[in-house]
Each structure stands twice: as C-alpha cells, then as structure tokens.
C-alpha cells in the first residue's frame, strides 16, 4: 500500500464550477499536509498547507485534514480555466522533512 | 529574488554515462532538497543537504550523489546512467530555522536517457 493515493484523473469540470480533490494516507504520524499545483513542465508550487487537523482557506482554495479518517482535501471554488493544471498532495512527518507525495490529480477546467 | 534556478533545462545522455545537474536555491535559504518525478508520477525524495552534509536519504541507490556548496547551491550526481533513469529532476530549498519549512520548487531538469 502506498503511503499516500491519490486519484490519478484526469478531472474535467465547466468553468465556476466547484472541484473537490482529494488524497488518502496511511500513517497517522503525519502531521503536515500541503497541496501542490504543477503546470506542464514546470516545478510544482506550494498552494496551502495545513498542521495537524482543520480547515484553512485562502481565497478561492480551501484545504481540509480529517486525521481521523487520514483523508485531506483541497476544494476550489468559482474554478477558471488557468486552474487547468495537476495538483499534487504531499505530507510529512514533524520531525522528518522528507515531502511523501501522491501522484498528482490532472484538473482541466473547460471553459 | 530570482527564487530556485536550476541547470541546465533539458539534457540527454546514453545509458552508462554520468551526468551532474546544479541548484541555486531561494535567496536566504540554506536547505537544499533533490526529487526525482517520473512522467505521470509524484516526485519521489532523493536527499536533502544542509549545512553542506547530507542530511537525509530517500530510497535511491548509491549511484545519486550530492553536494552543497559554502554559498549553499547544490549539484546531483548520477552515475552509470539507466533508461530509468529518465524524469524531471526537482530541486526545492527552504529554511531550517523556520517552525515551518515551506520548500520552494525550481523548474526542474528534464533528463533523457537513451
């Protein structure tokens, strides 16, 4: 079983509206949750990270960690086509600053 | 701030061969981290340096070296080159002292192995 899964896509959705992305860990010692957005070729970009459990939002992003079911998610409302891109969760451990990665969730935004 | 740079943009070598890419990492960062990102994949942890030693070892085999410079760029060492070897090689830095240790992404070197 993979440290963390995450659902490969691709996810195509009509411009405004609401995605839902999501990831699954397996080790409740992690306790930093962060999602990734990486255009085509390019380096990944830090979107929102989350300590340990709840909810943060930053515009039009929201991110959610329930460390009882060890399940994160990222929501992204009024969605435009420049969101079209993959996003990647990625987790780690207090004391271990190796980033676990899941696959990356290819979004297409239509317009 | 020029943020993380990396070198050189897209390489191809033969199987067999040795290839060293380098990292500048973010002004103000002493933290450098190196992943491999197969296509369709999430990166996968190499090492990271600090304070110009290894300071942590993904599951990579000894032929992926590294090292940090005083003025804390880094360089990846790969030798005896495999077609598996092929992906987008990332470097991330970030700062040690913060309770938060957000890594900032280069571009990354796509490496071709043929």
């Known amino acids: 079983q993979k440290e963390v899964e995450q659902d490969p896509g691709p996810l195509s959705v009509p411009e405004g509206a609401i995605v839902s992305l999501n990831c699954t860990y397996s080790?409740?010692?992690?306790?930093?949750f962060m999602w990734y957005r990486q255009y085509s070729r390019k380096g990944p970009e830090l979107l929102m990270y989350t300590y340990s459990s709840g909810n943060k939002e930053d515009g039009r992003f929201t991110a959610q960690v329930d460390k009882s079911s060890k399940y994160i998610s990222l929501f992204i409302r009024d969605s435009q086509p420049s969101d079209s891109a993959t996003y990647l969760c990625a987790i780690r451990m207090d004391s271990n600053y190796q980033l676990i990665w899941g696959a990356g969730t290819k979004l297409i935004i239509k317009p | 701030d020029a943020g993380v740079t990396q070198s050189p943009t897209h390489l191809i070598k033969t199987r067999g061969q040795q290839v060293t890419l380098r990292c500048s990492p973010k002004?103000?960062?002493?933290?450098v981290s190196w992943y491999q990102q197969a296509l369709g994949q999430g990166p996968q942890f190499i090492f990271q340096y600090y304070e110009e030693e290894e300071r942590q070892r993904g599951n990579f085999p000894d032929r992926f070296s590294g090292h940090q410079f005083p003025n804390y760029s880094s360089e990846l060492n790969v030798n005896a080159l495999l077609l598996g070897d092929s992906a987008l090689y990332l470097c991330?830095?970030?700062?040690?002292?913060?309770?938060?240790?957000?890594?900032?992404f280069g571009p990354g070197t796509r490496l071709t192995v043929l």
């Open positions: 080790n409740s010692a992690f306790q930093y």
């Open positions: 991330a830095s970030t700062f040690l002292g913060l309770s938060y240790n957000e890594q900032f």
């Open positions: 002004s103000g960062h002493d933290t």
